[in-house]
């Protein structure tokens, strides 16, 4: 059950970008921009919060999820320590996939060249 | 006559190709929602995965799933593999996390011929940078405004 609802939110938030990209203009970085700060913006409503319990992965997984990591981290991190917290919150909560993006990306460029294209 | 019957065909592929609906949208919105959804079971699965055998807590396991996903995505793109789900998924590849990581390893395999400063390491955020700007600085500007209304 628990896959069957990662697998309709994760969709569902998939299909809205795949409608914006088909509909509008947007490009497919524009969706990514979009999408993290819609998170972020989210987070701090309050209405991002259900979507990740009802959805667990479908609603962390995309980039919606990572803006409310960021969103929900810097609230968090307010909480504890303060205007400091708003500067150290976001990267904290997500320095993991930040770092491992960044780390991963690059070993992977080296290793491996592009495929020609067909 | 070989010559003039492939050129009757081509132009007979051209008129079928501008007689085809672009873009099929319900072609594409399905092949989103599907491989979107896909993704984020594997997700689910390596959440779970990190929770019951690693025993991590709750923020350690959205790391874990955020850097796992990130080395998945990352590989499937230097063995090119996933430019091929992108181009079937679209937007089901492009918005999980694994295509955040994807967007990162494409330029800078592609520019590595500029060298591994200004190619590679610099080609690596032309859109990660975008993203990591828009959201670093929405999410400091909302716990600034979270600390003002709390006040």
């Not at chain 1, 993290?36 to 992965?57: D, H």
């Not at chain 2, 008129?15 to 929602?33: E, H, Q, T």
């Not at chain 2, 994807?102 to 060298?115: H, L, Q, Y």
């Amino acid at each position: 059950m628990e896959y069957v609802r990662a697998f309709i939110v994760g969709g569902t938030i998939c299909l809205i970008g795949q409608i914006l990209m088909d509909t509008t203009k947007l490009t497919a970085a524009r969706i990514l921009v979009l999408f993290v700060t819609a998170g972020v913006v989210m987070a701090g409503l309050g209405i991002y919060e259900p979507i990740v319990e009802w959805g667990g992965a479908g609603a962390t997984v995309p980039l919606t999820g990572f803006g409310y990591s960021l969103g929900k981290g810097a609230i968090e991190e307010v909480k504890k320590a303060g205007l400091l917290g708003a500067f150290t919150g976001g990267i904290k909560a997500t320095a993991g996939g930040i770092a491992g993006a960044v780390t991963f990306g690059y070993i992977m460029a080296v290793l491996f060249n592009p495929k020609t294209k067909p | 006559m070989d010559a003039v019957k492939q050129h009757q065909q081509e132009e007979y592929q051209q008129f079928i190709k501008d007689k085809i609906p672009k873009p099929n949208l319900l072609r594409n919105a399905v092949a989103a929602f599907v491989v979107g959804g896909l993704i984020c079971d594997v997700g689910q699965f390596i959440s779970n995965f990190g929770q019951s055998y690693f025993n991590l807590n709750k923020d350690d396991t959205s790391a874990f799933t955020a850097i796992v996903l990130v080395f998945l995505g990352a590989l499937l793109t230097g063995l090119g593999i996933y430019d091929q789900i992108g181009r079937f998924a679209g937007a089901g590849s492009v918005v999980p996390i694994t295509g955040f990581a994807n967007s990162i390893v494409s330029p800078a395999m592609e520019f590595k011929r500029e060298g591994y400063v200004l190619g590679v390491g610099a080609k690596m955020f032309i859109i990660a940078g975008p993203v990591l700007v828009y959201g670093f600085s929405s999410s400091v500007a909302l716990g600034i405004l979270y600390l003002l209304f709390s006040i």
